[in-house]
T-cell receptor
Framework: ETGVTQTPRHLVMGMTNKKSLKCEQH?????MYWYKQSAKKPLELMFV???????ENNSVPSRFSPECPNSSHLFLHLHTLQPEDSALYLC????????????FGEGSRLTVL | GDSVTQMEGPVTLSEEAFLTINCTYT??????LFWYVQYPGEGLQLLLK?????DKGSNKGFEATYRKETTSFHLEKGSVQVSDSAVYFC?????????????FGQGTRLTINP
């Protein structure tokens, strides 16, 4: 496999469920990111990890909990979500110490009922 | 804070028409500037970038020039194709603690008719 892989591609959950989104990068990058893409809104940066350490948390509600166990994997744990959390969640990775490209996965489409 | 403003979409053109998508930014430092493209059902992919003032990024016939004096990074293409139909995002990037933070505009949906 190459690039950035996200699973699952689609997820439907109730407001009381607990689920996780997974992201894996095979590019040897040192930084990983979660973005939220909602209809008619700009992409929102949620979390940034550099060398497995969280360096940015953009006022994201605590019902979203990120985890970066190593430089290749990033998780987004979800619990007691709201219907307005329904969106496309995009993972990305990059070499963080220089200006360069972020490589994005295809996203996980989340629907909260 | 840092922000990016793109022209409102959707934009609909005929094949071989000239394309301009306007993008302006507000930043406290000296960011890098990017255009990303998102095709249906896919993630974002880098189209072009510029890292300093007066740089021109180009790829697949698309061009954009980093204009510091007007804080702009407008995307242009001389002759669009049906395959260019997608959503285009302008973004600025700054380095933070060993990572690159990208701030995106709201996106412009482009449809090219044959």
């Amino acid at each position: 496999e190459t690039g950035v892989t996200q699973t699952p591609r689609h997820l439907v959950m109730g407001m009381t469920n607990k689920k996780s989104l997974k992201c894996e990068q095979h590019l040897g990058h040192n930084a990983m990111y979660w973005y939220k893409q909602s209809a008619k809104k700009p992409l929102e940066l949620m979390f940034v990890y550099s060398l497995e350490e969280r360096v940015e948390n953009n006022s994201v509600p605590s019902r979203f909990s990120p985890e970066c166990p190593n430089s290749s994997h990033l998780f987004l744990h979800l619990h007691t979500l709201q219907p307005e959390d329904s969106a496309l969640y995009l993972c990305a990775s990059s070499w963080g110490f220089a200006t360069g490209e972020l490589f994005f996965g295809e996203g996980s489409r989340l629907t909260v009922l | 804070g840092d922000s990016v403003t793109q022209m409102e979409g959707p934009v609909t053109l005929s094949e071989e028409a000239f394309l301009t998508i306007n993008c302006t930014y507000t930043a406290t430092g000296y960011p890098s500037l990017f255009w990303y493209v998102q095709y249906p059902g896919e993630g974002l992919q880098l189209l072009l970038k510029a890292t300093k003032a007066d740089d021109k990024g180009s790829n697949k016939g698309f061009e954009a020039t980093y204009r510091k004096e007007t804080t702009s990074f407008h995307l242009e293409k001389g002759s669009v194709q049906v395959s260019d139909s997608a959503v285009y995002f302008c973004a600025l990037g700054v380095i933070i603690q060993g990572a690159q933070k990208l701030v995106f505009g709201q996106g412009t949906r482009l449809t090219i008719n044959p």
